[in-house]
């Protein structure tokens, strides 16, 4: 019967939606706010004060806003963010805007190739934390137990359970 058919449909769709993995939030972090990735008028302290605002997950974004041709991002490694060395990045980007997954843990440094931007502050530093998969602590307090239903709730409850045993009595 047809309408069996539609009900194993919803059951299964009930279950399948249940099953879905919790999906972990991924933050998308847009580096210098409104300033973007340029020179930044406040110098390096900028990035800094910026970052230091930010909390970096492993599957979060950098947005890093900047037109192209104007600038770009280059992944280096630690020796090279003090001095600005601009050879042998671990990765660069020349189009903007530039949108980086963080896939690993730990500190990661961004510098701008272009001219001296580097040494004028265009300069990031980020320290990234593993993504937690532990959904809570334990020992953590639950929230309280909602009040018991009132009998406006109840009502509400019922209707539908009418509606389905009228239903029966209609097909059977
Ligand atoms: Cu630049």
């Given amino acids: 019967m047809a309408a069996s058919k539609l009900m194993i449909v919803v059951v299964v769709m009930a279950i399948a939606s249940f099953r879905l993995p919790s999906t972990v939030a991924q933050t998308s972090h847009v580096v210098g706010d409104t300033t973007g990735w340029t020179i930044p008028p406040g110098g390096n302290a900028t990035y800094i004060t910026w970052a230091s605002s930010q909390?970096?997950?492993?599957?979060?974004?950098?947005?890093?806003?900047?037109a192209t041709n104007a600038h770009d991002v280059a992944e280096v490694r630690e020796e090279a963010y003090g001095p600005c060395t601009t050879a042998n990045p671990i990765s660069t980007n020349n189009t903007g805007p530039?949108?980086?997954?963080?896939?690993r843990p730990g500190n990661h440094y961004y510098i701008c190739t272009f001219g001296t931007h580097c040494q004028a502050g265009q300069k990031l530093t980020i320290t990234v934390a593993e993504s937690s998969t532990t959904p809570a602590p334990p020992g953590s307090t639950t929230p309280p137990s909602p009040p018991a239903p009132s009998s406006a709730s109840s009502f509400t409850a019922v209707v539908p359970i009418t509606?389905?045993?009228?239903?029966?009595?209609f097909f059977y």
């Fill in 55 to 66: 909390t970096f997950t492993v599957g979060d974004t950098l947005v890093f806003n900047f």
């Fill in 98 to 103: 530039a949108i980086l997954t963080l896939t």
């Fill in 163 to 169: 509606f389905l045993a009228a239903a029966l009595a």
